[in-house]
């Protein structure tokens, strides 16, 4: 090799390393929390892990939450119940948009605070209507409910034919035998497809590193439900699976002032929504999709915020 | 450059430039890369009080006791000792926190009993202790109290499996004060922040916000579209 062949292959090969290195440098604001591991990598597919390939799993969980917030979870893997469908009902007469479930479903559910997820949505509606176009995210008021509006909570539908399972690319989202669909967060690519195919908004995409405050993490966890997401990633409200599955109600239903929430086993002809079903004019959001959602609105018979109390016969409000 | 087959020799120099290049793509992409800053905005934290789960209110427990002074009294301490007139006009000279608001039931004895104020007065002379309140609500409130058997009124919390744990349904008084049964006004939480796309707290639809980049390409639909039908176009 000459001197003259060897000072030029020598400079390009530097100036290429230097390029490479610099074209990576983006991977040094990845935090420690967020590294890449080699049993998160080689981890299958949720419905290929035997138990063992689980416990592997959760231990790796465990430790990452442990080392980031300095807390240990108590994390699991529920399996679904046999015989139990989950339907949800809520009753929008009674719904004041008093937004506690919203919250409730934050603390419950570990969204990032920062930048913010919510799972619900509340929409302010004008009385009258139920076009979701006229609804209103952002209304502020000094006290709710407001005499000429409605408000309708939306969240994940948990459909019985779920346009976003069909359309994800790798099989990160499916559909459990209790109605639940579920994300595994660990096999999740961050495609959005989903977001895209959701007719109802209901699926959220972490853009950023999700953030909770060390003392507002939740340490009642599992798996498919409410451990902490990762940077691009999408989740969704998945009934509180993690509650649900143990036969407690969800975290949005517990806090509800007014009792509009309604939650239960439908297969259970004595259970709440199975007479809700059975007795009130229920009806499903954009019905004309397919999507059959397991998420029912009704209205009582009488609307009680238009009865002025006492100058009514009867107060019978709310 | 081996064009056509011929061997001809690369331009000797060119590797220099090359290598050149790539330092100056790296210095660039060094100074430039990690910088860029994503705008979050702050979540906004909620008191853990305001989102309490489980009863509304705490009702009056069986058989009811209040509280005068420091000491818990039964109803009876004081109403065995003394009778009252069935007056609805007449002013409270105890009690007199309770401002009735219920609609047409204006009297104290359409609920509580006259003889015993420790139960609750049904048709007919008939009497049902604190613990059963909803018979009482049932003597008006048919409709509501058929829905509240049926589980689409009222709040149920607990376990829905009742295999696992107990599956509380809250009474009528466990929401609604007896006295003033409609719900008062509830101070809201904060709405989404994420998003919010110019200030749409006020009636939204109505005002087009500049701010807005949706909005903006609106106005210019709206421009465009009115220009078109000035120059006739009635499609």
């Known amino acids: ?318 | 450059m081996a064009r056509n087959g011929s061997k001809t020799k690369p331009n000797a120099s060119a590797g220099y430039f090359v290598g050149a290049g790539f330092g100056c793509i790296a210095i660039v992409l060094y100074i430039m890369g990690p910088s860029v800053e994503i705008p979050i905005e702050p979540g906004i934290e909620i008191d853990r009080a305001e989102i309490k789960p489980g009863i509304w209110r705490v009702a009056m427990t069986d058989p009811p006791m209040i509280n005068i002074g420091t000491l818990n009294q039964r109803c009876s301490d004081c109403h065995s000792l003394f009778t009252t007139t069935r007056d609805p006009d007449r002013a409270l000279n105890q009690h007199t926190e309770i401002a009735l608001e219920h609609g047409a039931n204006d009297g104290c004895l359409n609920c509580h009993d006259k003889q015993n104020r420790e139960m609750l007065a049904l048709e007919g002379g008939n009497v049902v202790g604190y613990n059963q309140v909803e018979l009482l609500c049932a003597k008006c409130h048919g409709p509501i109290y058929r829905d509240w058997i049926k589980g689409s009124h009222g709040k149920t919390i607990g376990y829905w499996n009742t295999d696992l744990g107990e599956s509380i349904k809250l009474s009528c008084t466990q929401c609604h004060e007896p006295h003033h049964p409609a719900y008062r006004p509830i101070v809201l939480l904060p709405g989404p922040n994420t998003l919010r796309m110019g200030d749409q707290s006020t009636d939204h639809g109505e005002e087009i916000d500049e701010r807005n980049p949706l909005m903006r390409w609106r106005i210019n639909e709206d421009a465009h579209s009115a220009s078109d039908s000035e120059h006739g176009g009635d499609d």
């Not at chain 1, 939306?154 to 035998?177: F, G, R, S």
């Not at chain 1, 902490?228 to 509650?243: A, D, I, S, T, W």
């Not at chain 1, 509009?260 to 004595?270: C, E, Q, S, V």
């Open chain 1, 1 to 318: 090799m000459t001197r003259r062949s060897f000072l030029r292959r020598g400079t390009a090969a530097t100036g290429a390393v230097a390029a490479l290195a610099a074209s990576l440098s983006p991977l040094k604001e990845i935090t420690d929390t967020d590294s890449f591991s080699m049993s998160k990598f080689l981890q299958k597919h949720y419905k290929e892990m035997d138990g063992k390939d689980m416990a592997s799993a959760l231990e790796r969980i465990s430790k990452e939450v442990e080392k980031r917030y300095d807390i240990r979870p108590n994390i699991r893997d529920i399996k679904p119940m046999d015989g139990v469908e989950f339907v949800y009902a809520l009753n929008l007469t009674r719904c004041i948009g008093c937004r506690k479930c919203v919250h409730a479903c934050v603390a419950e559910n570990n969204q990032s605070h920062s930048p913010e997820i919510q799972y619900i949505r509340v929409l302010e509606m004008p009385r009258g209507s139920l076009d979701i176009e006229q609804g209103n995210h952002h209304y502020d008021r000094p006290t709710v409910p407001d005499e000429d509006h409605f408000y309708m909570p939306i969240q994940c539908h948990q459909c019985a034919n779920p346009p976003c399972v069909k359309v994800c690319p790798v099989e990160a989202t499916w559909q459990e035998p209790d109605g639940i669909t579920v994300i595994d967060y660990d096999w999740c690519i961050g495609c959005r497809y989903c977001e895209a195919a959701c007719p109802y908004w209901a699926r959220r995409f972490n853009f950023t590193r999700p953030e909770i405050p060390k003392d507002k993490l939740n340490t009642n966890m599992s798996y498919l439900s409410n451990r902490p997401r990762q940077k691009g990633v999408m989740e969704k409200c998945h009934f509180c699976l993690h509650r649900t599955r143990e036969g407690k109600m969800p975290a949005c239903l517990e806090v509800c002032p007014t009792g509009a929430r309604k939650f239960g086993n439908i297969l259970d002809p004595k259970s709440e929504v199975r007479q809700i079903l059975e007795s009130k004019r229920v009806f499903v959001l954009k019905q004309e999709v397919g999507t059959l959602p397991r998420f029912f609105y009704y209205f009582d018979e009488r609307d009680p915020i238009n009865l002025k109390v006492p100058t009514g016969t009867e107060g019978d409000r709310p």
